[in-house]
């Protein structure tokens, strides 16, 4: 039997039409862990529409446990982030406003990034800046604005709005200031904050990661102006010390990758992967060498490099990490590739996500394998179902 793109199509609809049936039961548990788990569910499918409406429900408990009220925050920030993602900006300050101004929701730190992040991609810094609550905010908060305000030439306000009474400047904000300060062509006072950093390590003990976030500006002003000796001496400065962010490792791989220092990237990832004191990994590391391999044509080498971080890491392999490899081989128009890389997740007991049925159904569907594409589509089908009944029993 030959199915048709729009039959395999239908079969995921009404994948989603059942399950928005079963979460619309008056009998669903409210109580705000199943509540939080349910949305955070309901978003991964995706179906936000339903996710939402759920969401909302978290405003009406009465819970004074510190606990159920963190859960309840995580509900509502999870739903807020996921509309922000989806681009549904009016659902998202929909929902803003009601958990928070409406039911008062008492927010979590950080609560207003993704409505802030919003208010600045469309340019309204002003509206982040009224918006924005230094006693609410966490270091996300400060970045998104210190990343703004450096964009709009306003440098002096950098200081004045996120450096602490009598405290330092984190090492996010430094950095921003730094690119600001490099941009503008004032190399000593940009060497002063990053002194002040130095200086705050040896106070504070933050350490390595720290100076390494900020040097990576340096690294990369040093690239742009041509003077690689420059930037690799940066570099080598930075490396004299170990880390223990794996944020840190990522930047310094990415910024050796774009300016074509090969040699020192894979060296830096060998150095990270064989070293039993730097738990520095995760998996954003392994995806840009894995990227890295694809970019260069080096398919098998993706693979290995994915094997043998498994192999000695294991605990830092994630189903993006997958995902990833098969969006690639996806790309490449390697179907073959792809399936068989697909059946690794059966292999080593991992659980693809929705996204990666889609790719596979998606890459089927352009070939023209619509029976495969039905398979893989039913297949997700039993697998959430399972988690729906797990749901359920919450």
Known sequence: MFLSRSQVVLVCRGFHNSLSRFFSSSNLDCRPLALRVRVDFLIRLPD???????????????????????????????IIGAMCEA???????????????ESKIKPERGYFN???????????LDEALNLYNPSLANSASKSLIAEALVDA???????????????????DVSKSLV??????????????VLGDIMGITHVHDTGYD????????FMEYWFEQGKEEEAIKCYNN????????????NTLLDLLLKYGRKTEAWSLFKEVLDSEEMFILNSDTLNIMVNECFKMGRFDQAV?????????KSNYIQVSCYTNIITRFSECGMLLEAEQFFQKFSSDRVHPDVSTYTIMIDAYLKAGRTEDALRISNRMVDAFMGEVAWLACL
């Open 153 to 171: 030439c306003r440098l002096d306000e950098v200081i004045s709005l996120l450096k602490p009474r009598g405290g330092f400047l984190s090492s």
């Open 114 to 124: 993704p409505i802030i992040k919003y208010h600045l991609d469309q340019g309204r």
């Open 304 to 312: 290995q490099t994915f094997n043998k971080v498994k192999a000695s």
């Open 238 to 249: 930075v490396k004299l010390r170990k880390g223990t962010k794996a944020t840190t490792v």
């Open 87 to 101: 681009k549904r900006y009016k659902d998202a300050l929909d929902l803003f406003h009601y958990f928070f101004r």
């Open 210 to 217: 720290d100076v390494a976030n900020v040097s990576s500006v």
């Open 48 to 78: 936000l529409d339903t996710a939402a409406k759920h969401a909302r429900l978290a405003a009406m408990s009465s819970t004074r446990d510190p606990a159920d009220q963190f859960n309840i925050t995580c509900t509502c920030n999870a």
């Open 179 to 192: 690119r600001g300060l490099l941009l503008r062509g004032d190399l000593e006072k940009a060497n002063e």
